[in-house]
Structures are given as structure tokens and as C-alpha cells.
């Protein structure tokens, strides 16, 4: 049977309010590769290296802490996406319009939102990267709150038990994870996409790579 890695990365915040900066979707993106991976590993690291070295007369680029898209220089993404495209990793991305939110969710709190998100992503995304009696090793940045890895762990018991999967759930800074940042990176071009934002990067790196991207709750209109 096969060991399946799952990086898992989300966007947005869980509250339903309009304040400044509160999103319009909740959800996850994924970074699966199948069995171990060392190269992909040994290359994140050696690029992370070869940026802080610097190249030409282009100053070293320091990141103590990894690649983080948001932050990123655009020349740091350019050869960040460029090493992504040469490990081809499978992205899923599933976002939850959280205006069109049932009722019954809103009431059950944002937690509700939270497990509803990981078991709607995870209960496709099983079914679709293994089969009964595979293990999925997932892998996620720090999830902030107990009552957040409490219902991530819920949420997957259920799908793992449906689907006949073994799981484990690694809870790990993004800093120390290869996976996470690649992850981090491909969600946050798929939802510069999904909101009409400048740009191409999504449909020059990760569009070929991407095998769903699930708006179960409808999207906003452009």
C-alpha cells in the first residue's frame, strides 16, 4: 500500500462579518506528492540557498523563515514557481463562498465552517490520490487554537474511516516544511484567480497542474 503526502495550506478567516479585510471564502489548498520525495526536498532547499547566495548583481535574498507568496519578491516567486512546475506536485483547492452559508452552519459557529471545509476537500481529494488501505501523511501549518487542530483531526477521522485510509496529521510550522510553502504557493495563485485579481501567475504555473478547484457554495460574480 502507498503512502500518500498531503501539504495542506488555507485562506481566509472564519468569521461571517463584513469588517475591513474579512474574506469572502474560507478554504484549502493542497500540494499532494505520492511516496517519498527526497529530491523534491533536497531542491526546495538548494534553491532557498541559492537565492540567498544571490545571483548576478541581484543582492542574496535572505528567507530565514522560506517562501511565503505573499511576501515574496517577484523575482523570488518567478524562480519559486519555476521549481514547483519541475516537481509537478497535484493542487485541489476548495473554497467556501461564506455568504451563501447555510443557516444551520452559521448557527453551529466557526468551527462548524472549519471541519465542514477540511471533510469537503479531503473527503474528494481521498478518494481521488489513493485507495482503501493507503496512508495519507498530512501535513499542515500550525493551526493557530486547540479547538482548530481539534476539529482538522475530526474532520479527517471521519473522512479517513469512510474512505478505508490510515492517516496521520502533522501540525508543523510553515517554516520547516517544503510541502506547506509549496502548497502555500499554489493557493494563493488560485485565489489571486478566483477573485479576478492582475496576473499570471496561476494560469502560467499552476493551471497545469491543478486537478479541482471546488466552489461548492458558488462563487462571486466577476
Known sequence: MATVYVY???TGNL????????SEY??????????????????????RARLAGGEGERPGVGLPKGFHAVNDTPATRAAMFAEIVDQAPRFDFTYLLKRNARDYVRAAGEMRLYKMAWFLHFKYLATQVSVKGDTLIVVVATLGTKARQREAELALKDVCEQMGRKFVL???DASTSWGIQVADYGLWAGQRDLEGRTGTWFTDYVEPLTASSFTPWGRLES
Open 15 to 22: 468569521d461571517y462579518g463584513s469588517k475591513a479585510g474579512a
Open 8 to 10: 495542506a495550506d488555507e
Open 170 to 172: 502533522c501540525i508543523w
Open 26 to 47: 474560507f478554504g484549502f489548498g493542497t500540494a499532494v506528492f505520492r511516496d517519498d520525495h527526497p529530491a523534491a526536498l533536497w531542491a526546495g532547499m538548494s534553491l
